[in-house]
């Protein structure tokens, strides 16, 4: 195959891959069942713990981020469990529809696209109907670049309601804070093309003690993502089913970098990254998505398109004249907004290059930048 020439891409996910990380996915395949494996598995599996912060059981699954929120759905509720699913945006309606899918009784709690989820509107949800098993949440909305208050809730939830919280972390995780533990989590999904700096194809799960007394009476039906599997093949150093393993060999050292930069820095570095995607922005006289900058994400930032400007043109002339790949809008903001994702391996050059070259394409789509 013709190798791709190398993009500035600035999609929230899959992120650019470090060449050292590229380097370890090229090692010699292993066999799954052999003690090589077995090494590669617990150490990331005790590492993703640390990154996680928990002391919670946690699997590795081969799927995307979709599999973790399926699996954390599917093995902890059953068929008319009412659920409360608190959205904001395309992945907190992905997390409600699974949960639909599943057969769950989900009560949508819709917030407006790019505002937070409110704890306190959880709070009379859960107040209104004691029956609600589970609060399903995102804790990053990668559609609105908004990172919403998971501690405020998970406190609601947890601490006065003792409901079962289940969390979308895929583009959290890594980046910004999210003590599983300190916050009470009890299912957390994630996946390795965002802040672990490594190929799609990978995905992470914890799950608490809470989780698993939900587990023992769960029936929604499960096959691929049964948690129960996982754990038993844990205990032999395997998984279920073929993992990918040239994304763990990656893992492994994508894991080491993070912790050992230490994960404050790692939180530091994507806020101080993402400030200053903010403040170029601005500078730009371009609008932030987030109608409060407290809450704009730390790893994706969502802009309004300028009226009368082709959003689909401006993100397209970036790709082919400046080889910057942003990403459009989803959903019903298709058209509307734009965003550059900074999460995992991005640098301070990465983000001024794509000023840069926002600076150089608006104005051929008709719009006099500053
Ligand atoms: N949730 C969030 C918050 C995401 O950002 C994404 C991916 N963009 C997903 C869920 C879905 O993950 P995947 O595409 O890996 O299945």
Not at 73 to 80: A, E, F, H, K
Not at 107 to 118: I, N
Request: glycine share 8%.
């Amino acid at each position: 195959m013709q190798r791709i020439p190398t993009q500035n891409l600035r999609t929230p996910g899959p992120t650019p891959i470090p060449d050292d990380i590229v380097e370890a996915m090229s090692n010699p395949m292993i066999n799954h069942r052999g003690p090589e494996f077995l090494e590669l598995l617990n150490r990331v599996t005790e590492q993703l713990k640390q990154v996680f912060m928990t002391t919670n059981d946690l699997y590795v699954l081969t799927s995307s981020g979709t599999g973790a929120l399926e699996a954390s759905v599917v093995n902890t509720l059953s068929p008319g469990d009412k659920v409360l699913s608190a959205t904001a945006g395309a992945f907190g309606d992905r997390f409600t529809d699974i949960a639909e899918a599943y057969g769950a009784e989900v009560q949508r709690l819709q917030f407006e696209w790019g505002a937070t989820v409110d704890a306190e509107d959880i709070r009379k949800c859960l107040r209104q109907d004691p029956q609600i098993k589970a609060v399903l949440v995102t804790h990053n909305e990668t559609s609105t670049g908004i990172t919403h208050p998971l501690a405020d809730v998970a406190s609601v939830v947890k601490g006065e309601f003792d409901k079962l919280l289940l969390v979308d972390a895929v583009s959290s995780l890594a980046c910004v804070p999210l003590p599983v533990d300190g916050w009470n989590c009890d299912l957390v999904g994630t996946a390795s093309q965002k802040g672990f700096m490594i190929p799609p194809g990978l995905a992470f799960i914890s799950i608490s003690e809470a989780g698993h007394e939900a587990q023992a009476s769960a029936t929604m039906p499960r096959f691929y993502f049964d948690l129960a599997e996982a754990q038993s093949y844990l205990e032999r150093g395997q998984t279920p089913w073929t993992p990918a393993v040239s994304a763990l060999y990656g893992l492994s050292l994508a894991l080491g970098k993070l912790l050992g930069e230490g994960l404050e820095n790692v939180y530091e570095r994507h806020t101080k990254i993402a400030q200053m995607t903010r403040e170029g922005i601005k500078n730009l006289g371009l609008e932030l998505l987030a109608q409060d900058e407290t809450y704009a994400s730390d790893t994706v930032t969502a802009i309004k398109i300028p009226e009368n400007i082709d959003g689909a043109k401006f993100v397209g002339m970036m790709r082919t004249e400046e080889n910057v790949v942003l990403a459009g809008g989803q959903g019903k903001l298709t058209g509307r907004i734009f965003r550059i994702g900074h999460m995992g391996a991005v640098t301070a050059s990465n983000i001024e290059e794509v000023m840069e070259a926002i600076k150089l394409v608006l104005p051929k789509v008709g719009f006099s930048a500053r």
